[in-house]
């Protein structure tokens, strides 16, 4: 190939290799160390268990917690399904149980470049890219990297609106919509139906519910709530109303309530956006060229406008004014502004396309930001919080197979939410991860008093304050905490 030949191929192909190399950094961030962060109380923890003791028990439609049926987290069975995938594909780890949120974080950045390069162009796809690696939040709290149902969550709810945007030109997508709201309302249940508020209004604002035949809105209903009346009849043949009758009653009401009191507040999560800064670096350059574009009438009303706005207004109202304070609930809310900002972007390159040197100049401090908050982002692989006490029952089982599937107790003097000989959900979940063990409370006391065998873990000053009941057990594994077998 000669100089010429290559300089006119690295030209034409060179944008896709910035977008191959965001596209691996990407990957990168969502499976490098995978395993290494701790279980995290909660949500994850709750989560992977449901997920492990599905797998384990092959009933994919009750979801357990230390083998009773779960009425606590009272989630509909979508994301207990990635985690078994995940089980299913790479064997059971918290890699595998994690895999299905960073592979669905991936396809999010994926589907939102895409959609960037194919509807707006190069510049957009390239800005929309960088600005979604600066957010971290998508990847360490909540999301991509922890095996809660959020990260899924976001594809779906991104999908589904990217969607919408196209049944403009295309009537049939809007049963792709409703089929993508169903599919997450099986994963995150209520909060999907911020979905339908956003598609509603926008059929109305924008003029679309007229084009639309009685035949469409039929077809968008079955495809929106056919799938979930079909698990709702499955779910009931279990156990009844005991789980679908609380779903609404516990999962929303009293939590709507609960939060009334601690937060008080109409603003938490404007003021969590205002205080994050990569969403206030995307929203500023947003804003700036928004003002400048106005200024030149280089702006003009558009439905896709009014999508993304309603895409962002509509969450921010429902949870502002819902009084609930879990600030990864405003996560989707994430995708519009880096898109919108990525939009104005090209809309400002396009303008300048004969002063490429003042588009660089006047993008250069933004740009170069976004780029400290990417590296940021990072490092932050090299600062993942590692818990002592599930790293000492995961080598504890490694070291000890013949261990597996034993009774096991705990007492500590380090939880953090619970008295000393319960365990708490990130705890359990390592033992079952780590080897399918089964957890009994009571600690030292309960332990004593069983005859078969039986295996407890302990810290160092647990240990001590009860030689007389565990002086002489063996102990066949001892760092931060000993674990003993009797």
């Known amino acids: 190939m000669s100089r010429k030949s290559l300089l006119q191929f ?3 192909y060179f944008v896709y290799f910035i977008y191959l190399g965001l596209a691996l950094i990407t990957a990168y961030l969502c499976f490098s160390r995978l395993d290494v962060a701790s279980l995290q109380h909660w949500d994850e923890a709750r989560h992977g268990v449901n997920g492990y003791e ?3 028990n092959h009933n994919y439609i009750v979801n357990t917690y230390n083998y009773e049926n779960d009425y606590f987290n009272l989630k509909p069975p979508l994301s207990y399904w990635g985690i078994i995938l995940g089980f299913k594909l790479f064997g059971v780890s918290i890699f595998s149980m994690r895999f299905y949120s960073a592979l669905s974080l991936l396809l999010t950045f994926l589907v939102v470049g895409y959609y960037m390069h194919r509807h707006y162009g190069k510049i957009a796809a390239v800005s929309s890219m960088l600005f979604f690696i600066s957010c971290s939040d998508l990847f360490y709290r909540h999301a991509g990297r922890n095996a809660d149902a959020d990260a ?5 709810f991104t999908l589904a609106l990217l969607f919408m945007l ?3 030109k295309h009537k049939n997508y809007i049963y792709l919509c409703g089929f993508l709201f169903s599919l997450a309302f099986l994963a995150k249940s209520w909060h999907a139906l911020v979905l339908l508020a956003i598609g509603g209004l926008f059929l109305i604002f924008s003029g679309l519910w007229k084009k639309l035949h009685i035949k469409n809105y039929i077809l968008f209903l079955l495809s929106a709530f056919g799938p979930l009346l079909l698990w709702a009849f499955v779910r009931y043949q279990y156990d009844g109303m005991n789980f679908l009758g609380q779903m609404f009653g516990v999962d929303v009401t009293q939590r709507i309530a609960g939060s009334a009191d601690a937060n008080p507040s109409y603003t938490f999560f404007t003021r969590y956006l205002l205080g994050y800064r990569p969403i206030v670096v995307i929203t500023v350059i947003a804003a700036c060229i928004f003002l400048f574009m106005l200024f030149k009438k280089k702006i003009s009303y558009s439905n896709n406008i009014l999508a993304f706005l309603l895409w962002i207004f509509i969450p921010l109202f429902v949870y502002d004014f819902s009084h609930v304070y879990y600030y990864w609930y405003i996560f989707p809310v994430y995708i519009p502004l880096l898109m919108l900002a990525g939009i104005l972007i090209q809309k400002l390159y396009q303008y300048l396309k004969n002063k490429k040197g003042l588009f660089c100049a006047i993008m250069l401090i933004p740009l170069l930001i976004v780029g400290i908050e990417c590296r940021s982002t990072l490092n932050e692989l090299d600062n993942l919080e590692i ?19 034993m009774d096991i107790y705990v007492e500590k003097t380090d939880n953090e939410y619970k008295d000393s000989y319960y365990w708490e959900q990130a705890g359990l979940l390592a033992a079952e991860l780590s ?3 089964y ?3 009571g600690g030292v006391d309960a332990f004593s008093e069983v005859e078969g065998d039986a295996l407890i873990i302990v810290d160092p000053e647990i240990y001590e304050e009860n030689q007389q009941q565990l002086g002489n057990l063996e102990i066949v594994y001892q760092n931060e905490y000993l674990l003993l077998k009797k």
């Open 10 to 12: 690295t030209k034409k």
């Open 54 to 56: 599905m797998y384990k």
């Open 152 to 156: 899924l969550y976001i594809l779906l």
């Open 166 to 168: 196209q049944v403009q």
């Open 387 to 405: 818990s002592g006490f599930q790293n000492d029952i995961k080598a504890a089982m490694e070291q000890n197979p013949q261990l597996h599937q």
């Open 435 to 437: 080897g399918d063990l």
């Open 439 to 441: 957890c009994k409370e």
